[in-house]
């Protein structure tokens, strides 16, 4: 609530911050049950008046390009990547649960996810449908960087593909497995990270060609799965990278000059 505070008394409107102190109460209460480990999908809502909800909705504006709009920044710095595809840019703060829907979440930091402008329209203000929860928020305690659930397979016919797709894992609960697999699909992941990869791979063919001349497919494959170890490090185990590099070193049809494709004269 403190981020709350500050844009109440940062208000000059003395119907704006006499509301404000009114709502507080209900607003904290709200605030001190929010979770980002709840992954069943069940965000209970509370009924707002439509004056109540345009307050709340302003405070954002407040922390974004009002007075406090330092504090907007200063969350959005807290990641240079989007916090939803790890990959892009970010650019934007995601409500994790909707303000259009949950009001009383507009200026919760823990509501406020750091994102790309794509992955961040895509999400749109969804967060469940029949069949659970659509998403995991990134703050989560149970998603734990340190578990792989990010699996890529390899095929050859006609060109070189990768396929990403998210695997379930015992140090993961199922109920985490599948939400992370929907979250997959609805930001089209799978695309962007082929996509990637297969740049990734056009841009080291020439000197995979060099290794190969040198060492044959042991050279490269050595050189691929050191270079996967180091940027696993440094990106974490499920990032799309290091995922992709593990698994070309561990094909001997890729290190015995798979790559030769994307070789350009």
């Known amino acids: ?25 209900r607003v904290s209460q709200r605030c001190d049950s929010y979770s980002p480990d ?18 709340l909705h302003k405070t954002y504006k407040v922390i974004r390009s009002g007075r406090l709009r330092s504090e907007g920044s200063a969350i959005l710095s807290l990641s240079l990547k989007c916090c939803l595809c790890g990959h892009r840019d970010t650019s934007e703060l995601d409500h994790f649960l909707p303000k259009s829907i949950y009001p009383e979440y507009s200026v919760l930091p823990t509501n406020l996810v750091p994102c790309c402008s794509v992955c961040n329209n895509l999400k749109g203000d969804k967060v469940s449908d029949s069949l659970g929860p659509l998403f995991v928020h990134p703050y989560s305690v149970l998603f734990n960087s340190t578990t792989p659930f990010l699996h890529v397979s390899l095929s050859f016919e006609p060109h070189l593909s990768l396929k990403y797709s998210v695997q379930s894992s015992s140090s993961l609960p199922e109920d985490l497995i599948s939400p992370l697999r929907r979250q997959f699909e609805f930001l089209r992941l799978g695309e962007l ?3 990637q990869a297969i740049e990734e791979v056009a841009e080291q063919a020439r000197g995979l060609h060099e290794l190969h001349g040198i060492g044959g497919a042991s050279r490269v494959a050595d050189h691929l799965a050191r270079a996967s170890r180091s ?12 995922v992709a590099l593990a698994a070309l070193a561990g094909s001997l049809e890729f290190c015995d000059g798979g790559f030769q494709e994307f070789l350009v004269e």
């Open 231 to 242: 940027i696993r490090a440094r990106l974490g185990i499920n990032h799309w990278k290091p």
């Open 193 to 195: 990270y082929e996509t």
């Open 38 to 55: 709840l992954v069943d999908g069940t965000h209970p809502t509370v009924a707002w008046n439509a004056l109540d909800v345009g307050i």
């Open 1 to 25: 609530m403190e981020l709350y505070d500050r844009v109440r008394n940062s208000s000059t409107a003395e119907d704006a911050l006499t509301r404000m102190r009114l709502l507080r109460p």
